[in-house]
């Protein structure tokens, strides 16, 4: 089964950065495709961004697209999010999602989910 657990959230000035971190205590990790999705109070959870499990394809929404990173490290069984040049819009609760099988940017997609992490951008 696998088990996904966010960090790295917590509060940052507009224009800074902070990386979250999505840890699988799993097995299978290297055979995963790996997501993050935010949901804001009053919004639907997000697609924000998604790495294939070999590493080949990342999909980004647009509104993050130059200031986003997502990555991998098989080897420690985690998937990170760089995010810079934060806005107050990017203000959420961000979640790790992950699919053994399917790809892509919607929630249905991805079968195993975290708890979250809260990340707040001041102005």
């Known amino acids: 089964q696998v088990q996904v657990v966010e960090s790295g959230g917590g509060l940052v000035q507009a224009g800074g950065s902070l990386r979250l971190s999505c840890a699988d205590s799993?097995?299978?990790?290297?055979?995963?495709?790996m997501a993050w999705f935010r949901q804001a109070p009053g919004n639907k959870r997000e697609f924000v961004a998604a790495?294939?499990?070999?590493?080949?394809?990342?999909m980004y929404v647009d509104s993050v697209k130059g200031r986003f990173t997502i990555s991998r490290n098989n080897a420690k069984n985690t998937v990170f999010l760089q995010m810079a040049t934060l806005k107050p819009e990017d203000s959420a609760v961000y979640y790790c999602a992950a699919d053994s099988r399917r790809f892509g940017r919607t929630t249905d997609v991805y079968s195993d989910w975290g708890q979250g992490t809260q990340v707040t951008v001041s102005l």
């Open positions: 799993g097995r299978t990790f290297s055979r995963l495709n």
């Open positions: 790495i294939s499990w070999d590493d080949f394809s990342t």
